[in-house]
């Protein structure tokens, strides 16, 4: 029997089964979107997106969605006009709960009724609507809550498994509370449905709700331990709860957001186990501690270098080795493990503990513990510099900027988007459009004649901009300072997002680009902290952890 699948938490699932249904949310994450971009407008939401993509590989044929927006409105149009659904409906839900909404709400469910009951052939079943009520039973001990936009189960998963805590998905759909108020048996159908009707649209209401107050009841919960808030990307709805959420809880609160793809799935882990460890929750599942001679090594696995260093018993640094991660995280860890060992005249037998972090910290098998690069970067941070609060970290693949509390522990964070907009990526690439080296562009644009700007961010676009500059025969030192104001202002904008405060420093290998920083501290009026040893903070940062093991 073919599945019926609804989008949204207002659709009357038990209507649906009481006529003989078998239903199911609908909330993958694709790959990407090769057939819905080929019949959707490029800026309708990631989730509208992933919904044509299903149907259009023909994993889904029967559709009951709720006309909630205008992606989902777009949706049943194209929909409609495919041909490729068994059986396809909207609902006309109104967006307040009055007597003449109830009323309109009553009328739609007889005709939805009426329609898919002649699809599937069946009359409706009293017992088995009745039967479908399953009130939603509210977690009583410590937990996190997802909240906000719908979230992809995919990423929900990856979600639960990074958290210390049970998670419970709030979001969209899932914070469905219908029946909560069972109806008498003597009712007939038309006074049950004019009770559904009502019921539907009593629930915990969606933002799209004239009037969401009683959403509130999300985040009052004196369980809650803290707040994950997920929003999609075009959707602006809960972008707004999320800022009223922010000053009216006391929880720890991370926003992410997805395009609703699993392109981004990397990155979002980072942010959601760095979130994770600043919850403070200890994990009771520790390997069991290998006592070896007293030296600890960090491993900082990125996108560009492979980073370590080894720690002795004192916490002071006896080796450390920068080297190119090449093809693979693994070997990368293994060559640079053993380059450091060789300068400690160490063996590996002699490590205590070894600590991962960084870009490709999961594919390294090596390692006792695995620590996101945004926890060990403050750690270490905070060891080379304790006055630091602020640390900015351009890598090769991200940026992130780290608020630190006294202790260097992560007070707050933000990163950049999967576009590799103001990373080092985005400087090598202009410098090999310019045909320099990575350490001639740090060089030059400290002594500029013409302020030229950069309009664009898009490696793609600032190429073309480059190209362009360079026909016109601007200067060399022009152009890179130009390049440097930009990676500035979009850092400086990071910096701001996160409430950024003195003293900043700067870590990984862009720190080391002279140009850059002075444009950087230009930009911020202050100047920044950059330690000799600040390219290895994210390695030292996971030695640390590893010497408390």
Known sequence: MSKTYYVCKYTPVELLRALGGDCEILNEM????????????????????????????????????????????????????????????????????????????????????????????????????????????????????????????????????????????????????????????????????????????????????????????????????????????????????????????????????????????????????????????????????????????GIDSGSTSTDVVILDKNREIISSVIMPTGAGAANGAERALEEALKQAKLNREDLDAVVTTGYGRTAISDGDKSITEITCHARGAHFLDPRVRTVVDIGGQDSKVIRLNEDGSVKNFVMNDKCAAGTGRFLEMMAKTMEMSLDELSQVGLSYQEDITISSMCTVFAESEVVSLIAQNKHTDDIVHGLNKAVAAKTASLVKRVGGEEAYMMTGGVAQNKGLVKTLEERLGTSLVISPKSQLCGALGAALFAADM
């Open 30 to 297: 694709p790959e990407g979107f090769d057939r819905a971009e080929q019949v959707a407008h490029p800026n309708i939401c990631g989730f509208g997106k992933s919904v044509l993509e299903e149907v259009l590989a023909g994993n889904i044929k029967e559709l009951v969605l709720v006309n909630c927006c205008d992606t989902i409105r777009s949706v049943y149009d194209i929909l409609k006009d495919s041909g490729q659904m068994d059986f396809l409906y909207m609902i006309d839900m109104l967006h307040c709960d009055i007597e003449c909404s109830r009323e309109r709400t009553a009328a739609q469910l007889k005709e939805l009724a009426e329609t898919y009951g002649a699809y599937k052939e069946k009359s409706f079943d009293k017992k088995v609507f009745l039967e479908a009520f399953q009130p939603k039973e509210r977690i009583q001990k410590p937990h996190l809550a997802v909240l906000g936009a719908r979230m992809g189960q995919e990423l929900f998963q990856m979600t639960e498994v990074a958290m210390p805590l049970p998670v419970v998905n709030e979001t969209c759909v899932y914070n469905r509370s219908v029946g909560e108020n069972l109806p008498t048996e003597e009712m007939d159908f038309d006074t049950l449905m004019e009770w559904y009707a009502g019921e539907l649209l009593h629930q915990i209401p969606c933002m799209r709700m004239m009037d969401h107050a009683g959403r509130k009841v999300l985040y009052q919960d004196p369980s809650l331990k803290g707040i994950i808030y997920h929003t999609v990307k075009f959707c602006d709805f809960y972008s707004f709860e999320y800022a009223d959420i922010k000053g009216h809880t006391d929880v720890p609160l991370l926003k992410i957001e997805s395009d609703f793809t699993l392109q981004s799935s990397g990155q979002l882990s980072t942010r959601l186990e760095a979130f994770a460890e600043s919850l403070g929750i200890q994990d009771e599942t520790k390997k069991e501690k290998v006592m070896g001679k007293g030296y600890y090594a």
